[in-house]
């Protein structure tokens, strides 16, 4: 039965929870341990799917087709063990259960309340998987104090209460703020943050506080005292140079045994962290350095693209280069002639995911300069579906090829669809349909799907199979009606669906690496398992950089 860690945050947002507990996993695992991770987001969006990356930062997708927080990504990557569904909740997906058995009559009649009803929901949600894993990772988004959290407070309140004695242990992550002036670690703002959390009933067991500099013993007996933890018990995370580093530095630091020793595992077993040791001499000794352009929309919020930037890296680390990923608006280049200035000097371009048309002329115009000028091309998603819409264009003569996507934005016919809204598709042996006037949440083509690479293509050599799952998340596909005639013209289709029907690969023969992918495989890359596509692309950016 697993021991559950719950971790909750105060003072203020944005202090690495996510990535504290996706750290924390690794190290239990390096003791050993099987571990699952799962967020819990207090807003009341039913999940992620629906909102602009502006607002909330890159939707990660799972296996299982959820579309979920980012700090999935971060677990995963972490830990390599694959997300489901079932490891992501919101406030929304809670009260939309709550209320479709309330209007089937499944409570019988009650008066449906926050407490029960709801805790309990969450409290369900808590306890799947529970029988499959040694320690279960719960992180609850927002801090403490938040008025859509406490649900979600209250619930895993109740939770340790319900679980046998030293089943449940909280871990509350903060900030010390450093005030220059009397040359202080401030510990105040903690010691409110743990006020809350024991004014709603928990006791944090590990405080993780956030700060500049290390934490001097004074303030560290401070923190004990009035937030009632042990002195031991009391890490540090400081800033760290790579989030890679997480792993080591919180082991430095004591944070898995502390968590041990509140469990009171004793003794603890040895942690083996060889695998973090080489991916951090990776990241610390490049023999060289690589720079590559992301060409897209949503370039002013790093988070937007958070498992590309993070890919990349891992594509660095394989090859033991520095990767300089610059992000590079797309809408600066509505003219072709202001391309070269712009994309001169980078060794690879990358055109990643995207919703709309807005900034698209300027990612065709990118495929376009990577294509002629031999620059290695990776196109993700939207950027394979550019990639065949400059192609037809330039190479079949199809000058108004375009998207459905386009169209449907400006409600007028303007282009010839070249990618056009699927209506249809297989998802096993199940036939799945939509509409254009579907809802918006949920309806895309979500999550794995098998692909077949044609034998001796460059993409089936990469991976080194002919066999591939990769997860999608996508409307639109490539017409495969234009697939002889574009394979005429030097674009091939080397991956299609099981059926055949859907194009998932294409790539030019005889162009040192000018690759389209209708999937995302930037969700699957982790630091010590560096997805082939990346580091490939990396290895080709690398031979590139030789060349100029
Ligand atoms: N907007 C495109 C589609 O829906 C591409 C989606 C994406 O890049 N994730 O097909």
Redesign the pocket.
Known sequence: MARYVFITGGVVSSLGKGLASAALGALLQARGYSVRLRKLDPYLNVDPGTMSPFEHGEVFVTDDGAETDLDLGHYERFTGVAARRTDSISSGRIYSNVLEKERRGDYLGKTIQVIPHVTNEIKNFLHIGEEETDFMLCEIGGTVGDIEGLPFFEAIRQFGQDKPRGQCIYMHLTLLPFIAASGELKTKPTQHSVKELRAIGIAPDVLVCRSEMPIPPKEREKLALFCNVRPEAVIAAQDLASIYEAPLAYHAEGLDQAVLDAFMISPAPKPNLAKWEDVIDRIHNPEGEVKVAIVGKYTQLEDAYKSIAEALTHGGIANRVKVRAEWIDSELFENDDDIPPLLEGFHAILV?????ERGTEGMVHAARFARTRKVPYMG????M?LAVIEASRDLLGLADAGSE?FDHDAGERRFTPV?YHLKEWLEGNRTIKREVTDDKGGT?RLGAYDAILSEGSQAAEIYGSTAISERH?????VDIAYREKLEGCGLHFSGLSPDGRLPEIVEIPGHPWYIGVQF?PELKSKPFAPHPLFADFIRAALEQSRLV
């Open positions: 990643p995911g995207g919703f709309g993700i998603c939207l950027g579906q996507e990618i895309m998340r996508h409307r639109y596909e995302h």
